[in-house]
Nanobody
Framework: QVQLVESGGGLVQAGGSLRLSCAAS????????MAWFRQAPGKEREFVAA????????YYAGSVKGRFTISRDNAQNTVYLQMNSLKPEDTAVYYC?????????????????WGQGTQVTVSS
């Protein structure tokens, strides 16, 4: 079993920055892919970024590439999402997810564990 707990959301003005954290516990993570998704009201959950727990290779959605950075701290079992140059369209609940199988995916059903989500609101 894996537990994921997100933190770091909040209200920020357009152009500002936030850093989200996802603390993972319960199992070893060496073979996991960790990802961030987001879901705005009335919209489907969408992929934001992913990282291999070992090796650190990263992937980004086109809408956030160059503004968001995903990283991990193996010693702390924590994954981060640094979000810069935030836009009102980034407003959503952000979820951390873990995938047990090899290979990353942009599809939410491919992920096995989810956190409870943290709200990010960007005002214009």
């Amino acid at each position: 079993q894996v537990q994921l707990v997100e933190s770091g959301g909040g209200l920020v003005q357009a152009g500002g920055s936030l850093r989200l954290s996802c603390a993972a516990s319960g199992r070893t993570f060496s073979s996991y892919v960790m990802a961030w998704f987001r879901q705005a009201p009335g919209k489907e959950r969408e992929f934001v970024a992913a990282i291999y727990w070992s090796g650190g290779t990263t992937y980004y959605a086109g809408s956030v590439k160059g503004r968001f950075t995903i990283s991990r701290d193996n010693a702390q079992n924590t994954v981060y999402l640094q979000m810069n140059s935030l836009k009102p369209e980034d407003t959503a609940v952000y979820y951390c997810a873990a995938r047990l199988e090899a290979g990353w995916s942009i599809r939410a059903p491919r992920y096995d564990y989810w956190g409870q989500g943290t709200q990010v609101t960007v005002s214009s």
